[in-house]
């Protein structure tokens, strides 16, 4: 369960960090799409598979 609350709290923080980096443009503009389309795509690849959006974002 704690195991559980900590994943989703990181996973929670790391959207909310993404979401502000998008409303300053860097983000999407760097994918070719806007905000709204960028937040809406990693909104749900967090929900689906925070993983791969982590290895994505590491460069892995």
């Known amino acids: 369960m704690k195991k559980t609350i900590v994943a989703s709290l990181l996973v929670i923080s790391f959207v909310l960090s993404v979401a502000a980096i998008s ?3 860097g983000m999407p503009a760097a994918h070719g799409v ?5 937040g809406g795509v990693v909104s749900g690849l967090a929900q689906t ?4 959006l982590a290895a994505h974002v590491s460069g892995r």
């Open 23 to 25: 409303f300053a443009g």
């Open 34 to 38: 806007d905000g709204r389309t960028f």
């Open 49 to 52: 598979n925070p993983a791969a």
